[in-house]
Nanobody
Framework: QVQVEESGGGLVQPGGSLRLSCAVS????????MGWYRQAPGKERELVAS??????????DSVKGRFTISREYAKNGKNTAYLQMNSLKPEDTAVYYC?????????WGQGTQVTVSS
């Protein structure tokens, strides 16, 4: 059984920063890719950032220069992906979801709310 758990969301003022964490645990042989998606009210879910097992990073144009994604492996088998979000804008407000692609099967977390407002 695979578990995907996000944390780190909250309310922040425009120009502020937040760091989201995504912990993936369970019976995992290897994770092909970990990614962050977001969905704002009335909009479709969109890819924000992803990182492959080889370290290849993909960032949405709207967040380039402001967001970064990283990944670490723990000896206890837990894989964690981080989304560092700087210079946040009101349009970054959304529910952020973590996704793990494991041997071509996709696993999602429950999501964490990020609200950027003064």
């Amino acid at each position: 059984q695979v578990q995907v758990e996000e944390s780190g969301g909250g309310l922040v003022q425009p120009g502020g920063s937040l760091r989201l964490s995504c912990a993936v645990s369970g019976r995992i042989f290897s994770i092909n890719r970990m990614g962050w998606y977001r969905q704002a009210p009335g909009k479709e879910r969109e890819l924000v950032a992803s990182i492959t097992a080889a370290g290849t990073i993909n960032l949405a144009d709207s967040v380039k220069g402001r967001f970064t994604i990283s990944r670490e492996y723990a000896k206890n088998g837990k894989n964690t992906a981080y989304l560092q979000m700087n210079s946040l804008k009101p349009e970054d407000t959304a529910v952020y979801y973590c996704n793990a692609l494991i041997t071509l099967q996709s696993y999602w977390g429950q999501g964490t709310q990020v609200t950027v407002s003064s």
